[in-house]
């Protein structure tokens, strides 16, 4: 099932058949409630057979599916992310860090986004004033409830200002977190069983409504397990509304690419939907 939060209310959609839940508010007190249950897919099931179907549905309203939470995300959990971030890195001596990471037990994991950093689908992310090399990085979101289960997954942008980074790895904090530094959305897909290894991740920026870079990747390629991911942030941490967790990029374009004001980004993952923005 897919969860969505619009400025309407709150949608389920289950095969392509959308029903529109009884939410006299939405408001993050509303959300936080509803998606830090961790029967999560057992709930919607049930209050699915209560609800009549929707026929004529828009999603021009959706709205990014948070509320409370905290995002945080997981670096280097992709050979290609190392090698991206060594390259960068060179010149700053932080290139060796990312190695060590990379084989490291311990994960790399780092705050990413306040839920006022963050936007939803067709808003627009940002990119520094202060960078003269920024990307975007789509990653798989989990969603984690306080108790530290992960109960759904959406689509996410951890924007990245790769040449404040590669200055020096301490710099890491200002090249990541900003206003509308992180995207998330369409929806929440809850699901039974996690995802597949073969789920495929694909990315594509437009600049003039030509396509600049397209890539893939499937979560296959990832080095870290989800559950370790999780088990990791929750060590001596506590989440009172869940968490959203970034687990980490395997497409990075070339280092002759950065983004420009006006550039589309859609980011899309097998099951779950696409997630577009623009930069500006």
Request: hydrophobic share 35%; aromatic share 8%; charged share 25%.
């Amino acid at each position: 099932m897919k969860l969505y939060r619009t400025q309407r209310g709150y949608l389920i959609e289950q095969d392509n058949h959308f029903c529109a839940m009884d939410t006299p508010s939405w408001t993050c007190d509303a959300w936080d409630s509803l998606i830090t249950s961790d029967d999560l897919y057992e709930r919607l099931a049930s209050l699915r057979k209560d609800l009549q179907e929707i026929h004529q549905i828009s999603l021009e309203d959706v709205l990014a599916p948070i509320g409370s939470q905290e995002v945080w995300a997981a670096g280097v959990t992709y050979y290609r992310s190392r090698d991206a971030r060594m390259e960068e890195s060179r010149d700053g001596g932080g290139a060796d860090f990312y190695e060590r990471v990379y084989v490291a037990d311990r994960p790399e994991l780092f705050f990413k986004a306040t839920p006022h950093r963050v936007v939803g689908p067709n808003a627009k992310v940002a990119i520094r004033g202060d960078a003269q090399w920024s990307v975007p990085e789509p990653e798989l979101a989990l969603l984690i409830t306080p108790t530290g289960k992960i109960v759904g997954y959406t689509v996410g942008n951890d924007m990245s200002s790769r040449d404040i980074e590669g200055e020096n790895p301490l710099y890491l904090p200002q090249a990541k977190v900003y206003d509308r530094s992180c995207a998330l959305g369409p929806c929440i897909l809850v699901v039974e069983n996690p995802l597949p290894p073969s789920t495929e991740i694909n990315l594509e920026i437009l600049r003039s409504n030509n396509l600049e870079f397209s890539g893939s990747t499937t979560l296959a390629e990832m080095k870290r397990d989800p559950a370790s991911l999780v088990e990791y942030l929750y060590r001596h941490n506590t989440f009172r509304h869940g968490a959203f967790l970034l687990t980490g990029t395997g497409i990075v374009p070339p280092d002759s690419f950065g983004l420009q004001p006006d550039d589309e980004i859609r980011i899309s993952i097998t099951g779950i939907g696409t997630l577009v923005n623009q930069v500006g």
